[in-house]
């Protein structure tokens, strides 16, 4: 097992720290494979340092019952955390082939502290903090070698890369049902923005569709709305917010 890289490079030398999240709500019908197409916009512009899916029960059943729903802590990029509440926050889970699956997705921030004399699990489903290096033991954020970040999180580009190098197991192309587009252009990859050096890119009500082009909405009945509805300018602006909303969390 490898440990992925939990920490991201600020400029300047400067080390800036991952945002964690924990995505909830995800039916237990749904597989790794499912949810790499699911978040494939996010997965492919490379937001997240690990989002490595175990099928952690969501909350305890009673005896003899399955449970209904998972959830999984995940890293992100620093500045990208509000983009990913925003995209999938409060939207409708779609399955294989399009289908609609019942409940929505929940997404919300861990918040970091400097207790270790609790279980971490429980403390995230609460929303009570969480010491980072608690989270970092956890099997989540322990994913194999060749899949430095996790079954979901890993973009298509990183497995080509340990193909090329003859690293990765031909198990898992068929386990995570990795579809590499041979010539032209992917609908995958054109969900991604393209960022052009020196300028600024306004992205006004962001579309989200799956790896297949079938589009993330909120219909099918009444939701509560994300946690962030408005669009960040910049990354950068992005990073300062979630940043002051921190420095606020133990008030």
Known sequence: MAAPILSAGA??????????????????????AQLRAYF????????FLCFHYRHRPERPAAAGEEPRTRCCPVA??????RRLVRLYSGKRWVGPGGASLPGRCVIRRVRLGARTDTDSRNDMAAGDSVAEAD??????????????????????????????????PPRVIKKLQLNFPKTGSSRRYGNVPFEYQDTETVIEEERVYTATGDEITEDEGPVARPEVTQPASTEEDEEGQEEEEELHSGD
């Open 11 to 32: 400029g300047d030398g400067d080390v800036a720290t991952a945002r964690y999240c924990l995505v909830s709500g995800i039916p237990a019908s749904l597989r790794s």
């Open 76 to 81: 992100v990029r620093p500045g990208r955390a």
């Open 40 to 47: 494939s916009q996010f997965v492919e512009s490379g937001g």
């Open 135 to 168: 989270l970092k033991r956890l099997p989540e954020f322990n994913p194999p070698s060749f899949m430095p970040h996790g079954n979901v999180g890993t973009p298509l580009r990183v497995f080509l890369e340990l193909i090329r190098a003859c690293r990765l």
